[in-house]
């Protein structure tokens, strides 16, 4: 098998780097061999948060080079912007479409600006999804990242049952129910609903 690269990115808080654990671990589990890389900025609260994660046979670097991304997967919609370009030609963006500004748009200096996924659409394979509404249907606004989560897994070749295991043995104890009903609604989710 060719090495898949899956670039996860978004912003601080907004759970990218559990995500990244949990690809990890289901191509880990399934035994291949995983690198995953991550790249913070000011990623407390607010910083963009970049991982790249590696799998295949045999993976030697742990970097997705640009233009060699099979799939991005974007927690915010200024990030996908940013990293849209590492996406390979035939790759898939999975773009959540919440938006957090930056400091310079709170502060006053800069616009947050507008057409960004409808911008991508022509000329990428965009799938884009409202996880922060998609979220608060389900009671907690922290389970973004396993809704997206479970929008990725129908472009992978792992089983359903695989992500849920990893996803148990990943998430602190008290919020796995919650994230296994946000993994299954993104898994069941359709582009264009």
Do not use: C
């Not at 035994?31 to 913070?40: A, M, N, Q």
């Not at 409202?130 to 792992?158: D, M, P, R, S, W």
């Amino acid at each position: 098998m060719e090495s898949k690269n899956i670039l996860i990115v978004g912003v601080g808080g907004q759970g990218t780097l559990l995500t990244s654990r949990i690809v990890g671990k289901v191509a880990l589990d399934a035994g291949f061999d995983v690198k995953l890389s991550e790249v913070h900025g000011m990623a407390q609260r607010g910083g963009s948060v970049v991982t790249h994660v590696r799998y295949g046979e045999k993976v030697n670097a742990p970097l997705v080079e640009i233009g060699e991304a099979d799939v991005i997967l974007s927690f915010e919609k200024l990030e996908t912007s940013r990293y849209a370009h590492y996406l390979k030609q035939g790759g898939t963006i999975i773009a959540n479409v919440q938006e957090i500004d930056p400091m310079p748009v709170v502060i006053g200096a800069a616009k947050y600006p507008s057409g960004i996924v409808e911008g991508l659409q022509e000329t990428k394979e965009v799938v884009a999804v409202n996880a922060l509404e998609e979220a608060k249907k389900l009671g907690n606004i922290k389970v973004v990242n396993t809704f997206v989560l479970g929008v990725l897994a129908q472009y992978l070749h792992f089983e359903k049952n695989e992500w849920i295991l990893a996803i148990e043995q990943t998430v602190p104890k008290k919020s796995i129910d919650l994230n296994i009903k946000a993994f299954e609604t993104g898994f069941n989710f359709r582009k264009g609903e």
